[in-house]
């Protein structure tokens, strides 16, 4: 589930429809959590859909560690590709702002921790990267840990609209280590080698 404070938006030709904040958004807020209503494909019922579907799946799921697409149920297929994401997605289901989020600003993921299927050419930000890969995760994990682990401790100091969406034996781990009692897993935890 997408963070309640947010809209569809078209946001230009080139990119289409985005997923904009419509009320400031702090770091170390939860953005996105996996939910019930999420739908959970394998590889081998996507094949054997049709390739209409397949093609809709490949363009709005993101892969798990386990190699299944995942469809966002609401909006939050929507959120576009950023070399210079302001969410980051962890190895707990759910994603957490990095940055403060203004009203009006873009929610946006790097896919290169997506398990994106095939490379694509991303828009020129004027990063390093211009490319996403399937092996991102293998490659950019630790940079990722790290911007993750300084906004941590943010997460219980900070609004969370979509706690409900966390068991409490997740909420006392992601406590532990936002006061440092426990280390956080690695993003590199949702790769699947495809």
């Known amino acids: 589930m997408i963070h309640p404070k947010t809209e569809l938006k078209f946001i230009s030709n080139e990119i289409g429809y985005g997923v904009v904040a419509t009320e400031f958004i702090p770091a170390g807020t939860i953005t996105w959590a996996l939910d019930d209503l999420d739908r959970e494909f ?14 809709i799946l490949e363009t709005y799921c993101y892969r798990n560690n386990k190699g299944n697409f995942v469809l966002c149920w609401d909006y939050g297929r929507y959120v576009n590709h950023s070399f210079k994401s302001n969410c980051i997605s962890t190895a707990y289901d759910f994603e957490i702002a990095i940055r403060d989020i203004q009203p009006g600003e873009e929610l946006t993921d790097d896919y290169g921790y997506l398990n994106v299927s095939e490379p694509f050419k991303g828009i020129d930000e004027g990063t390093r990267r211009k490319t ?8 950019h994990s630790e940079f990722w840990d790290k911007k993750l682990i300084k906004k941590f401790p943010s997460i219980i100091k900070v609004e969370q609209p ?3 969406l966390i068991t409490p034996k997740l909420w006392n781990e992601i406590t532990a280590i936002a006061e440092g009692k426990k280390e956080m897993k690695s993003i590199k935890e949702n790769y699947y080698p495809g």
């Open 42 to 55: 394998t590889p081998s019922k996507l094949k054997r859909m049709n390739p209409l579907y397949q093609n």
């Open 132 to 139: 996403v890969y399937p092996d991102d995760l293998l490659n």
């Open 162 to 164: 979509l706690k409900s």
